[in-house]
């Protein structure tokens, strides 16, 4: 069973009979702490993480709409039962925030803050209009627009909450919301109500509070070395990524037809994905990748220009990566296996290490050459990440993130995979393989072979290749 199933089954127990005791509540805390460790000897990633708490939450109220009571059911009082839901949701919510946030508000508010106007406006979010004229009101829908003015609401001056109301805001989220609960027992329009609440509940954890730093306690099995081998780090840092995307659910992929490499011709009429969890990129370093893949030229010889801008993006992967398990891992084996960089042994203090990082990954240096007048075109980073074209042909892009999203816009011609190299001839590739070797065309230049990990996290890749 993967991290997120376990995940997934403590929700449902938890809300099957929509009830949570003190003692049930401190017990699921203290439930979300353990799954925040690595087991000695487990082959599975920690399963609670800060920098999946946008996922862990909106998991929460997603299976909580498979306990919403209708009126075609056996409860007594189907509206006590749906207010007694959203209340566990609430628990679930609240251990989830005690588990992988800190606040971030200031001791003193705004001047103009006041209880009455924050529940006005969280009324008036949760208001409902017949927008289909069918002369019944919908489910509330907020919009983006109104997200941005709760966001608004909550960061001026004038109005921010101060530290003293950071859990009443969240818990008079649940309150209000509450109140809202369709009088049919209507489970769309329910469903509805709590996508709108988890909306309301995300743009009160971004703007009030920000995640614990993450304090990577790796037990013996998952200890590093000066005698740890490459395979067995490698094993661990696949251990440690909470992060990669499981096959058939976050991800579909049609690999086709295989060939070799010398055959031009194309061995697959279809795409390589079919379906991709657009939800992952709100993962900070999903997010944090994805801005810094549109910061290149692709062509060997046009010199890179890097604005401050793009300096600030690379700033914030890095950040971003270095709170997770599979970075502090990769930190801590570099340390123990005595590595050097530049002359110097890589430092203890991460901030430092954050800068070999940098220059590892995003020093310009050229790949074209040029003697004395050689261009600066290129970059680790650009190079095993995005890819480059020299001498007509693809080099490096060896991510799967990349290939998807220049497959979607219609860059990427996927040509079949590779067959694997096996004295088994009847060896094959499947659709949930990890790695796949594969032909593809970018913008009508070819890639022969190219090998990619598919499914895993940024931190995963940058931790291995570093």
């Known amino acids: 069973m993967g991290t997120d199933s376990l995940i997934e089954n403590l929700y449902r127990e938890t809300f099957a009979d929509r009830l949570i005791t003190p003692d049930e509540n401190a017990e699921l805390i203290s439930t979300l702490q353990e799954l925040q460790q690595v087991q000695d000897g487990s082959s599975l990633p920690p399963a609670l993480t800060p920098d999946k ?48 946030l800190l606040p971030s508000l200031e001791e003193e508010g705004g001047e103009e803050f006041s209880q009455d106007s924050v529940e006005e406006l969280f009324r008036s979010l949760y208001e409902t209009e017949d927008e289909d004229g069918d002369g019944d009101e919908d489910g ?69 509070m920000q995640p614990k730093p993450l304090t990577l306690e790796l037990p013996p099995s998952h200890t590093p070395d000066a005698d740890t081998d490459f395979a067995t780090a490698a094993q661990t840092l696949w251990n440690l990524d909470s992060n990669r995307l499981t096959p ?48 290149y030229s692709a062509y060997t010889g046009d010199e890179e220009e890097v604005t401050q801008k793009e300096v600030k993006e690379m700033r914030t992967f890095l950040s971003a990566v270095m709170e997770t398990a599979p970075m502090k891992y990769c930190h801590q084996y570099c340390l123990a296996k005595g590595v050097e960089y530049d002359g110097d042994p890589i430092p203890d203090d991460e901030t430092d290490f954050k800068e070999v990082l940098n220059s590892i990954w995003f020093k310009l240096y050229s790949r074209s050459g040029g003697g004395r007048r050689k261009k600066m075109d290129s970059s680790g980073f650009e190079h095993v990440f995005v890819g480059e074209v020299k001498n007509g042909q693809v080099s490096g892009f060896h991510n799967w993130i990349m290939f998807w999203l220049e497959e979607r816009k219609g860059n990427i011609d996927y040509r079949g995979y590779i067959k694997p190299r096996s004295r088994d001839s009847t060896a094959e590739t499947n659709d949930d393989d990890p790695v796949l070797t594969l032909q593809f065309s970018w913008n009508g230049v070819e890639k022969f072979v190219g090998t990619s990990f598919i499914g895993v996290s940024p931190e995963f890749e940058l931790a291995l290749y570093t």
């Open 53 to 100: 708490l946008v996922w862990l939450r909106a998991a929460a109220f997603r299976i909580a709409c498979e306990y919403l009571v209708e009126n075609d059911g056996d409860a007594d009082d189907p509206r006590e039962e749906n207010v007694k839901l959203l209340k566990s949701v609430n628990a679930v919510v609240h251990a989830l925030e005690t588990s992988c």
């Open 140 to 208: 509330p829908l907020i919009s983006s627009a109104e997200a941005a003015t709760l966001q608004e609401f909550l960061t001026n001056e004038g109005t921010r909450p101060p530290l003293s109301m950071l859990i009443w805001l969240r818990s008079t989220a649940f309150r209000l919301g509450s109140q809202y609960l369709n009088e049919e027992n209507d489970k769309a329009k329910n469903v509805a109500l709590l996508r709108s609440i988890n909306v309301v509940v995300h743009t009160v954890e971004n703007t009030c």
């Open 248 to 295: 058939h659910k976050d991800y579909k992929m049609d690999v086709q037809s295989s060939k070799h490499p010398c055959n031009k011709g194309d061995a697959a009429d279809e795409s390589l994905f079919t379906y991709v969890n657009r939800q992952v990129f709100q993962r900070p370093t999903f997010n944090a990748f994805r801005s810094l893949l549109d910061n």
